[in-house]
């Protein structure tokens, strides 16, 4: 079989030679000689710096880059003489066929490195099984991320101080998911909001209630107990504040709790920052309603900076004691379906099934006899124990199955022996589940797998997974990467320093703002230095109070929630995914209208909605859409080159090289043009005199400075330090434009096929967990020819990616897993 | 809506910026009280140690050794002083070290040429912060990392056992950027300073509950212990299945996957060793102060906060080793609180314009400032041998970028504080003569007394004098 393969690929190698020498480098002669041959290396590239032909035909890396700047017309530059269609198609072939060796009867699916569960998948998945939200944000540190996406098998690490947390976090989850008993003390839990100002029993409010500081309140509930007995009364509450930048508040206040009218205790609140606080009072009750009520009462009247509040959680009603009254806990038979037998050997098997099935869940495909054995006898052990009990013991198993690498790890076997095989159903189940939902597969694609059905009905479960709310996961995740809409939350903006530069420079304001950082950095001012600095504060205060925009919580959730959405809709409708470019819609509430100037168009509220843009609107799509300009600026200024950069990297997919190591020297030439501050566009204009830098901005520089009209909020501007905004450019590919919106334009009529490419490279980058290798090409060609007769809908993308070979197959490697390896075949 | 919540739904601990003073309201009892008997080293391994021991002092007191990072390099200027020798002057970036003048050594000419290009482009950042400890040429690789073991982790194979934790790896880099990371270099260089092997990062804690709650336990004072002992009792006891599962899951798997469950089996091993172990420590340190509980809003508090754990860690002789990455390079951060709005990364690019270098040096100076609060605190903490922390210690401070503007690798910023127990000559600016940045690393193994270790890195030798 090896040496079959051998004999094949040298003969292809010869082929691909005579093809080289016949065909391809008449044209790179014809077409490209005058940069890249006979020792002309422009942009470092060179076509015929071979010592052999195996050394043409091997350098995957310099024909895939020759491939990208062909199909996007970058090469040969728009000025010069053209290839035709078919040569250009020749290239493509023979860089597909012969330097890449696809086989496209046969294609490669390459391997997929075993998958650890990041951290939204873990959250996820942790839900699903066990109806626990355990928070991995703040429990596990940030997953690595590889080709820009954070579900990647080979980057995904497990350090010991990670495996101890999940060990931990399986503790925590079961301790919370999972009764340890069959009967438990009743409980009640009145929420926060179920408080009011008179007694409202039995409201249906759920969340918690905020008291603030600087208002008397009373806010009262009460419970009824049907037996007289022993009670204990938890009260929950946190006290927080809304951040302020260097303003402190130094207000208190009083919290008195009575029970039926008695008072049980009084506390006193400061500045506590969000700490929680818990009490319990003990109480013997009579039968009957039984009130609680608190009370918050003001002490002291300082300056109201930062809002502190007191956030009532909730009180819980424990008991009675008294264990005739005890109850089936809730929860209690999601794990325990049935009454534990008291019979030994009945338990025995009892505590297999439930242990099979959970793990079979976990695992996400049956658990063999010989682990449920094992679990069923850690089971046992614990459950022996003095105190214990049977749902203890499984409680115990299920901590080690949720700490097990089967279930951390999404290990795949093969369906088959052969070469390439298909991945078993189960593998297919659970990539399905993870690129949709990012969670576990559910009890139907699981049955459809033990059943054998799943492939074979495979475009019903899509549609059916896609109308599901989990599918929500698919935008949140996948444009939260693509687009960096999850960046939204944590990039570093200053309104005020945005909006202020949009006029003209004002020497003044400039020195003053020098003089309070000299005072800032100072450790100890004197008396008159601290009251200068006041000063200067307060000054600052007054002029930017016209710049009194935050970029807060509220907003950057509505500028997230607007691509996740426009992106649930274009899925939902399988609208184009030209709509991503240009369109007349987007997702809006107050807020965000507001924020792009869209005042007239009736959007009020704070819920997001489908919203009909007005015809000369600058915005639909995404490259116009606040959050993407905003995570693609600088704290206080746009960016013209992280903006191209974004566009070649995420729309055109045709990324420059990176930045050469060592920046040149631009202050020099700057040097020579002071007799004015430079604009953003001529220093990005001197920038691109330099060689080494042009070619690479050239590329970049058009593409961003078409957006100079939106800031680095994302809001439209007329100008920019007082100076008119130009936005006109010509890309490397020759169109000219006026606007962001010819731009877009330009985008969707000629660069489709480009933007097509690309976003079929990242979703399937998304969806199989690793990077694309140059085998992957005949792939997403594939996969865009689809894409291009279904006119670009998002069907034929998300179609293509899921029957795509890569994602279907699979490349034996000796030792992955089936019921019978490739390796044991040999030997036999 | 979306129900699913994930990272962007942000809990309670984002706007904590309680924790810092709750915290310290704990610390300050402590200093006030520097005989305070539960923080004092064990005296289980406070029964001083001869001299010539593992991480030890030729008192007997435990030798500490820490990394710090600091991101984007500094203004080369500004940053360096006067004359050389003792009676140097300080530069206005180093200014805020004055009152520690006696306890640090500021190292000149020392180099990190494997962060240089090379055949390898762009990515000075990526390999900033990879080579800072491990002095190798990191693969250029989006996926298939490849860096070496760095130099706390080579420490704390040897030393590693003497404490509760082998060491201790911080950051303040909570958010990681959604996007790819610098030039094709995966993400993995630029988060991790510190490398168990070449191709495992060790996670750094950026959740100060998080970190403490791994030095002492969870939950309030005085229940620390017993809740870290019934932990350890569950982990323990599935040990063995988890164990028994992985190799068998290994059989199943081929070559690239084995590497994954390998991390998974070490990790395995090395609780087992931390539970075994526990037993010669004795109850852990329990201090009585409020666990952190997040991450506070001002970047200010939170580096403050990191930093005194450190100096818990070490003062509770929890741990000899610690890495502390207060930014990777190419943080892009803003500083509000001293009015510098820009980000870190676009500024530092300066082109030499005046106003930019000014705010960029100002920004190191507020770097150095920070440092300067934690010497300080331990300076004024004594150790079990009646000198103080700082004197019992070995820390670095520095950036793998030397000129951020311009991306060179050589003069590096570097300060060596502290006196490794009497054998550095702290209060002075000393040039090395463009040596290995490895070099300095070898000559602080030394002084831990590490052994077999002839090279390490780009090493040419020892320094001479430090």
């Known amino acids: ?828 | 809506m979306n129900k699913h919540s994930t990272s962007q739904d942000r809990p309670s601990e984002r706007a904590a910026a309680f924790s810092r003073r709750h915290f310290l309201r704990g610390l300050g009892a402590c200093l006030a009280l520097p005989a305070f008997e539960s923080l004092q080293p064990l005296k289980a391994l406070g029964a001083l140690a001869p001299a010539g021991k593992l991480a030890a002092t030729a008192t007997g007191a435990p030798l500490r050794t820490a990394f710090i990072f600091f991101p984007n390099g500094a203004v080369p200027d500004a940053w360096w002083p006067e004359k050389t020798g003792a009676d140097f002057a300080f530069s206005p970036t180093l200014q805020g070290l004055e009152d520690m003048r006696s306890h640090v050594q500021v190292m000149g000419e020392l180099d990190h040429l494997c962060a240089l290009p090379g055949a390898d482009g762009g990515g000075d950042h990526a390999r900033g912060n990879a080579v800072y400890l491990t002095g190798v040429r990191i693969k250029k690789s989006a996926s298939d990392v490849h860096a070496g073991v760095s130099i706390d982790q080579v420490m704390a194979r040897q030393v590693g056992h003497l404490t509760r934790l082998p060491s201790l790896e911080l950051s303040c880099d909570n958010d990681h950027k959604s996007s790819a990371c610098d030039s094709n270099y995966a993400c993995a260089y630029q988060y991790n300073l510190s490398w168990s092997s070449p191709t495992s990062p060790v996670t750094p804690e950026s959740n100060p509950r998080l970190a403490f709650e791994r030095m002492f336990g969870v939950g309030k004072p005085g229940e620390r212990w017993a809740n870290t002992q019934r932990i350890e009792a569950e982990q323990r006891s599935i040990l063995d299945f988890v164990l028994d599962d992985a190799h068998r899951l290994n059989r199943q798997l081929a070559a690239r996957d084995r590497d994954k469950l390998d991390q998974y089996l070490t990790g395995v091993r090395e609780i087992e060793t931390r539970i075994q172990n526990a037993g010669r420590f004795g109850p852990a340190k329990d201090p009585d102060m409020a666990t952190p509980s997040g991450v506070p809003t001002s970047y200010g508090e939170y580096v403050q906060l990191m930093y005194d754990l450190m100096w818990l860690a070490f003062q509770t002789d929890s741990t000899r080793l610690a890495t502390f990455c207060l930014a990777h390079d190419g943080d892009n951060r803003s500083f509000g609180e001293i009015g510098i709005f820009e980000g870190h990364h676009d500024l530092s690019h300066h082109q030499n314009k005046p106003e930019r270098v000014k705010k960029v040096q100002e920004i190191d100076a507020w770097y150095v400032k920070q440092f300067a609060k934690f010497l300080k605190k331990m300076e004024a903490t004594k150790d079990i041998d009646g000198n103080s922390l700082l004197h019992n210690s070995m820390i670095v401070y520095g950036a793998g970028n030397a000129d951020g503007n311009r991306h060179t690798h050589n003069n590096l910023p570097i300060v060596l504080a502290g006196a490794g127990g009497g054998t550095l000559r702290p209060g002075r600016y000393i040039k090395q003569n463009s040596q290995p940045m490895t070099n300095l690393f070898l000559s602080l193994a030394d002084r831990m007394s590490l052994t077999g270790l002839e090279r390490f890195g780009d090493s040419t030798g020892r320094l001479k004098d430090v």
């Not at chain 1, 999850?486 to 570093?492: G, L, M, Q």
């Not at chain 1, 168009?601 to 859409?625: E, F, H, I, W, Y």
């Not at chain 1, 009529?749 to 399937?764: P, Q």
Request: with cysteine; hydrophobic share 40%.
């Open chain 1, 1 to 828: 079989m090896a040496a079959c393969l051998g004999i094949s690929a040298a003969a292809r190698a010869a082929d691909g030679a005579r093809v080289f020498h016949k065909q391809i480098q008449p044209m790179l002669v014809q077409y490209c000689g005058d940069c890249h041959l006979d020792g002309m290396k422009k942009g470092n590239v060179s076509l015929d710096d071979f010592k052999t032909d195996r050394d043409a035909l091997t350098n995957k890396d310099l024909w895939a880059m020759v491939l990208k700047n062909v199909r996007g017309n970058i090469m040969p530059p728009p000025k010069k003489e053209q290839p035709t269609a078919a040569e250009r198609e020749r290239l493509v072939q023979w860089i597909k066929f012969d330097v890449f060796g696809i086989d496209p009867r046969n294609i490669d699916p390459g391997r997929v490195t075993v998958r650890r569960l990041n951290r939204v998948e873990y959250r996820n998945t942790i839900r699903d099984l066990t109806g626990v939200d355990f928070d991995t944000d703040s429990e596990f540190p940030p997953d690595d991320t590889g080709y820009g996406f954070d579900d990647i098998g080979e980057v995904l690490n497990l350090s010991p101080m990670l495996l101890e947390k999940y060990l931990d976090a399986a503790n925590r989850i079961v301790a919370q998911a999972v009764p340890a008993q069959s009967r438990v003390m009743p409980e009640k839990i009145l929420p926060g909001r179920a408080f009011h100002a008179t007694n409202a029993p039995g409201s249906e409010a759920w969340g918690n209630l905020s008291l603030s500081y600087y208002d008397p309140a009373l806010v009262v509930n009460s419970f009824h107990a049907e037996h007289a007995g022993h009670y204990q009364v938890a009260v929950d509450l946190t006290a927080n504040e809304r951040y302020v930048e260097d303003q402190f508040d130094a207000n208190k206040c009083r919290l008195i709790v009575r029970i039926d009218g008695k008072e049980v205790g009084r506390y006193e609140y400061g500045r506590e920052s969000g700490q929680p606080f818990h009490y319990d009072y003990a109480q013997d009750w009579t039968a009957g309603d039984h009130q609680v009520a608190l009370e918050i009462e003001p002490l002291t009247h300082e300056k109201q900076i930062r809002s502190l509040t007191l956030r009532l959680v909730s009180a819980t009603i424990h008991g009675p004691a008294d264990a005739q009254y005890w109850v089936e806990p809730p929860n209690y038979r999601r794990f325990f379906p049935k009454i534990v037998p008291a019979d030994a050997a009945a338990r025995h098997i009892y505590a297999r099934e439930i242990l099979g099935d959970f793990a079979s869940k976990a695992f996400r495909r049956p658990a063999d006899a010989e682990t449920v054995e094992r679990l069923t006898a850690l089971a046992e052990n614990r459950a022996q124990e003095p105190g214990a009990t049977f749902e203890a013991g499984i409680s115990h198993a299920f901590v080690a199955i949720l700490a097990s690498p089967r279930f951390l790890y999404r290990q795949e076997h093969a369906a088959s022996t052969q070469a390439t095989p298909f991945i078993d159903e189960y593998s297919l189940a659970s990539r399905l589940s993870y690129f949709l939902w990012s969670t576990m597969p559910d009890a139907e694609l699981m049955s459809l797998a033990a059943a054998g059905k799943l492939r074979a009905g495979l475009d019903n479960q899509v549609q059916r997974m896609l109308a599901d709310p989990k599918a929500a996961a698919l935008a949140k995740n996948f444009t939260g990467q693509w687009l960096q809409a999850r960046d939204i939350d944590i990039v570093a903006v200053d309104p005020r320093t945005i909006l202020s530069s949009q006029e003209k420079k004002d020497p003044h304001a400039e020195e003053m703002r020098a003089q309070f950082r000299e005072f800032a950095a100072k450790d100890h001012l004197t008396a008159e230095e601290k009251e200068k600095f006041n000063k200067l504060r307060e000054g600052f205060r007054k002029t930017f109070g016209r710049f009194n925009l935050q970029f807060d919580y509220d907003l950057r959730t509505a500028m997230r929630q607007e691509v996740e959405l426009y992106f649930s809709h274009i899925v939902h409708e399988d609208r184009s995914v030209l709509d991503f470019l240009q369109s007349d819609y987007t997702f809006l509430n107050e807020r965000l209208a507001r924020h792009y100037g869209l005042t007239n168009l009736n959007v009020t509220g704070s819920q997001m909605r489908l919203v009909k843009l007005p015809a000369d609107s600058p915005r639909g799509g995404v490259l116009t859409m606040g959050g993407v300009l905003a995570v693609t600026s600088n704290p206080t200024r746009t960016s013209p080159v992280k903006r191209g950069l974004f566009v070649l990297d995420n729309i055109l997919g045709n990324p420059p090289p990176p930045a050469p190591p060592n920046i040149p020297a631009l202050e020099d030439i700057e040097k020579g043009a002071h007799d004015h501050d430079l604009t953003l566009r001529e220093t990005l204009a001197i920038h691109r005199e330099k060689p080494v830098c042009a070619s690479c901005h050239n590329h970049m520089d058009p593409l961003g400075l078409a957006m100079e009209n939106f800031n680095a909020l994302g809001m439209w501007r007329e100008h920019d330090h007082g100076e008119p905004i130009d936005c006109t450019g010509t890309l490397l590919s020759g169109e000219s434009f006026q606007s962001p919106r010819e731009l877009k334009q330009i985008l969707v009529a000629n660069h489709h096929l480009e933007f097509y490419r690309t976003l079929t490279e990242k979703l399937l980058t998304y969806a199989l967990g690793r990077g694309l290798e140059p085998q992957d090409t005949e792939t997403v060609d594939q996969i865009v020819d689809q894409m291009e007769k279904a006119n670009g809908r998002f069907s034929a993308l998300l179609g293509g990616v899921i029957h795509s070979i890569p994602f279907q197959k699979t490349r034996q490697s000796p030792l992955l897993g089936g019921p019978e390896t490739a390796m044991t075949k040999e030997k036999s």
